[in-house]
């Protein structure tokens, strides 16, 4: 039973680990494209502040980092010591 459970659980966490990093992905995307729009009105309002911008870029590319390695170690199957 336990060796069942030890199968099931690979497979779920390689599961786990596919979703996250096409979630990843598709985040990175949208994020991306989000960019390109702000700087398209940034360049038509010139009051608007870069801050926001640079603030939004910095929190995106820490989320896609942490996340691209969460789905890289569900993949890898590594497992916290007890």
Same mark, same amino acid.
């Given at each position: 039973?336990? &060796?069942?459970? =030890?199968?099931?659980? @690979?497979?779920?966490?390689?599961?786990?680990?596919?979703? !996250?990093?096409? +979630?990843?992905? #598709?985040?990175?995307?949208?994020?991306?494209?989000?960019?390109? &729009?702000?700087? =398209?009105?940034?360049? @038509?309002?010139?009051?608007?502040?870069?801050?926001?911008? !640079?603030?939004? +870029?910095?929190? #995106?590319?820490?989320?896609?980092?942490?996340?691209?390695?969460?789905?890289?170690?569900?993949?890898?199957?590594?497992?916290?010591?007890?």
């Amino acid at each position: 039973m336990a &060796r069942h459970e =030890g199968l099931m659980n @690979s497979k779920l966490r390689f599961a786990s680990g596919v979703s !996250v990093l096409f +979630t990843t992905l #598709a985040f990175g995307h949208i994020m991306i494209e989000d960019t390109r &729009r702000m700087m =398209g009105h940034q360049e @038509s309002h010139q009051g608007d502040s870069q801050l926001f911008i !640079v603030a939004h +870029t910095i929190i #995106a590319i820490a989320l896609g980092v942490l996340s691209l390695t969460g789905g890289f170690l569900l993949l890898a199957n590594r497992r916290r010591p007890a």
